[in-house]
Structure formats: C-alpha cells, structure tokens
C-alpha cells in the first residue's frame, strides 16, 4: 500500500519505487525565497552532496535528459545520474513521476492539458513497459471544470462528462489512456489522488486562489 511520510519540509511516497528511489513533494511552508535550500535540508538526511535540476515550465512537449544540476527548459526532465533531484512545479498540473527499471531512469514531468494535447506523454523516449509511474498532487475530475469549447479536442472528449450543467475533464483516465496504450502495467501505476483544489489551504491550486506558489514535486535516485 502506498504510504506517505511526513518530513518538515514535504511528504515522501513509500511503498512505491524501489528504495534507492526518492520521490516526495512540498507542504506549504516552504520558502518560495529559499526553497532549494529547504528542499535539501529536508532531504539532507539522504546524502550530503544533493544537487537539483528543475524547470523554466512552458506547457510544452520539451522533455530534458540531463546529467547535471540547472534550470531547463521544458515540461519534462529525466536522468540517470544519483544524487540529482529532479523537480517541477504544479498549482492543479499534474506532476508524474517516473523510473524506468532497464536503463535506471528518473524522471519528472508537469503535466498540463496544453502539453497532453499536443502528446508530451507520446514523445518521452522511455519504455512504458518497464516504467512505473506515479501521479502526483493536482486538479482531478471533480474540479477540473471545462468550457464548452474543450468537446472540440478529440483527444480529450472521452474523458469529459456533464454533470450538475457543467462539464468536467478527467486528467487521470486520459493519462491512463495514453499510458497504458504505450505498454505501462496496471500494477505500475499510481495515483496519489490528491486533488489541489480540494485540499483547501493544503496544497496550492491557481484556479482556487489565483496564486502564484506552487507544490514542488520531486524524484532522486540515491
């Protein structure tokens, strides 16, 4: 059973990835000002030479594979380097978290609907089939609420439902769609199912309260 342990600065997921494989996100307390500072004296009980690799998010399908520390371009970073946290920022995006077994990948992507229609899932370069992955905290059906104009996305239709004269999309059975078709295993995906809006003062969400944190959600391989 998925399992989430409390640390001053974030939760990490147990049960999960293999114990060589850190993966966790962010409480609300930590500073915007100095937050890879705090993320690494959160996770400083792990290694004392932690770098960080995070991400000039676009919405777009730019996926990064990377061995160094920096800020990258993109919607997606993975590596096979140790001791490199690789981290995205989300206020109701998903961040999936990812490690791929035969080549000893990580990875991070901030999942958007912008970049999931224009199919950053179907260009990672990894193989489904030996990866696991992990959905993170972000906006779920029960709050995702869409326009009318979003029915005109095929790629999307199937997973919209009309409900109380709204229309609400459903990220994770579209993600699951995409995963699945690429080779992933039902026993190798997970969801915190954790929604950002729900969560009230929890966990930052834009379209609650317009703000400007964010939820950072990381993978280390040590």
């Known amino acids: 059973m ?5 640390k001053e600065y974030c939760y990490l997921i147990e049960n999960f990835f293999p114990p060589s494989i850190v993966a966790g996100f962010t409480k609300n307390n930590l500073s915007p000002s100095i937050w890879e500072r705090n993320l690494i004296e959160g996770l400083g009980f792990l290694h004392k030479h932690l ?8 919405h777009s ?24 946290i690789l981290v995205v920022k989300t206020a109701d995006c998903l961040p999936l978290f990812f490690f791929e ?31 696991k992955l992990m959905v993170g905290v972000g906006l779920r059906r029960c709050c995702f609420r869409v326009k009318e104009d979003f ?38 995906f997970g969801d915190l199912n954790i929604c950002s809006f729900c969560s009230q003062d929890k966990f930052f969400s834009y379209r609650r309260d317009k703000t400007q944190k964010r939820t950072l959600s990381f993978i280390v391989k040590l």
């Open 2 to 6: 998925i399992t989430l342990l409390e």
């Open 51 to 58: 770098k960080i690799a995070h991400l000039a998010q676009q």
């Open 61 to 84: 399908v730019i996926v990064n594979f990377i061995d160094k520390e920096g800020i990258y371009t993109g919607d997606g970073l993975f590596t096979t380097k140790k001791n490199l």
């Open 101 to 131: 077994e035969k080549r000893k990948i990580i990875g991070m992507v901030h999942l958007g609907w912008r970049s999931g229609l224009r199919g950053i899932l179907e260009g990672l370069d990894i193989d489904f089939s030996l990866c």
């Open 151 to 188: 029915l005109h996305y095929r790629k999307f239709s199937p997973f919209i439902k009309k409900e109380r004269d709204s229309l609400y999309f459903d990220p994770i059975m579209f993600l699951k769609e995409v995963s699945f078709s690429r080779g992933l295993k039902k026993k190798n």
